[in-house]
Structure formats: structure tokens, C-alpha cells
């Protein structure tokens, strides 16, 4: 039977008693309906898991006993990704960010762009933010991934670009069939650009290979906003990461 991992926010230690917070403790007792004695796997984001047992489950409290030991966690990838794309409507942005943590991405930048629809400032933003991180917070649960994602505040294409440093920097353009030249002995930090629904305009596709930004095309195909970056991104962990077929 698979034991179920929470995410808690504090400061995590062997043979620890920890208070889970609100969210979890509802999570676990009501909706798994959990009781005492039964275990857990907590995590912090640290990139260490820790075995627990419930003594105490209430509706809004519930307490554990951390285990004796740190549970052993596969290595990081060895690529660092990097995925930056344009906000879209409705749910299509979350699904992103779930199956972009699922595939090892390391941080996801929300950006603004040209064909973006969707407005976000003050406290609607703040609300926005919170619900990206949780929803990537319950892949990392679900996933078996110790480590978060940084999700970056929203922010427009050019601040973004500015921030950038010497990585490799690939943007998706379907339109454009351009050779695709990288050093596998440099491929350990990728960034890739996507846009949102609609794609990128043609001047922000000419602004982004001005910045050092190799084209990249995925085929015949024109892929969806939601579909194009996991694709690339599942090619590149196979190609330089820890995917493969073992």
C-alpha cells in the first residue's frame, strides 16, 4: 500500500514530534481519513524525506513522530531547467506547472507577453501566486519529488530576459525550422521560453534570439500552449537528464 507524502513548512529532524499544519492536517484526516498509528512520509523542500507516524488525529490537528532515520531519494537530474511561458486561461497553466514539476523542471518563471489575456496585479497576483505553489507543491506529493520548484513572480518577457545569465536559452517557434545547435558538454542548465495560447508574436520571437535564444521546433505538429513544453521538456531529460528507458 502506497504511504501517503505531505509537504510540511518548518525545520524537519530524526525522532522530531511535528504539529502539521491546517491544510495537511485536514488533508490527512479528513480526506484520507487517516487515524492514529497509521505512517507518513513528510518532507520540507530540502531534498530529505523523513518516516512518520500519526499519534494524535483530529479535524484540525494532528500530530506525528518522525522516524529514526532519512529516507534514501534518487539524485537530482543533472540538467537544470528552467521553463519561462506565457500565462493562459482557465486551467490549461496549472496543468504546466503539475506536469512541468512532475518531469524535474527546477523553476518556472508566469510571464506576460503580447498575446496574453489574462491580468494579474496586487492582490489578485499575490492569490495567484499562492495557487501555483500549492499546485505544485501536491505534485511534488504525489510525484515523490523532495525537492520545490521555484515559481518565480509574474513578470514581463523583457525583465525576464534581462535576468538571464550564459545557459543555454531555447524558445519554441513552430514557424521557424532552424538547426538546433547544442554542446552536450554544456547542456546541464537549460532555459526554455514558451508562449501562451496563441504562441509569442513575431517581434518577441525576433526580440528573444536578439537576447542569445536558439529557435527550437518540435516537429510538423503545432502543439498546444499546455502540451509543447512538456514535450520538450521529457526530450531534454531524456537527452541530458535522468530520463530514460531502463
Known amino acids: 500500500m502506497r504511504v501517503p507524502r505531505i509537504y510540511v513548512e518548518q525545520e524537519l529532524a530524526v525522532g522530531q514530534l511535528i504539529s502539521l499544519d491546517e491544510r495537511a492536517a485536514h488533508y490527512v484526516s479528513q480526506v484520507l481519513r487517516m487515524r492514529a498509528g497509521r505512517d507518513l512520509i513528510v518532507f520540507n523542500g530540502d531534498g530529505a524525506a523523513y518516516p512518520a507516524t500519526i499519534i494524535e488525529a483530529a479535524k484540525k490537528l494532528l500530530r506525528c513522530q518522525l522516524g529514526d532515520e532519512v529516507l534514501s531519494s534518487a539524485p537530482p537530474s543533472p540538467l537544470y531547467i528552467e521553463l519561462a511561458i506565457g500565462i493562459s486561461k482557465g486551467d490549461r497553466f496549472d496543468w504546466v506547472i503539475q506536469k512541468a514539476t512532475e518531469l524535474g523542471v527546477n523553476k518556472i518563471t508566469p510571464l506576460f507577453t503580447e498575446r496574453c489575456d489574462v491580468k494579474l496585479s496586487g492582490e489578485r497576483q499575490g492569490k495567484k501566486q499562492r495557487h501555483w505553489q500549492q499546485i505544485m507543491i501536491s505534485a511534488c506529493e504525489q510525484s515523490g519529488r523532495n525537492n520545490l ?78 502540451t509543447a513544453p512538456i514535450a520538450a521538456i521529457s526530450i531534454m531529460q531524456h537527452r541530458w537528464g535522468d530520463m530514460g528507458w531502463g
Open 149 to 226: 520548484v521555484e515559481i518565480s513572480d509574474a513578470c514581463r518577457l523583457d525583465t525576464w530576459c534581462a535576468s538571464l545569465g550564459e545557459q543555454i536559452k531555447l524558445v519554441l517557434c513552430p514557424s521557424l525550422n532552424a538547426e538546433l545547435s547544442v554542446d552536450d558538454g554544456r547542456a546541464n542548465h537549460i532555459t526554455l521560453l514558451v508562449g501562451p495560447e496563441g504562441g509569442l508574436s513575431d517581434d518577441e520571437i525576433t526580440y528573444s534570439i536578439k537576447q542569445g535564444f536558439q529557435a527550437l521546433q518540435l516537429g510538423p505538429r503545432v502543439l498546444r500552449t499546455e
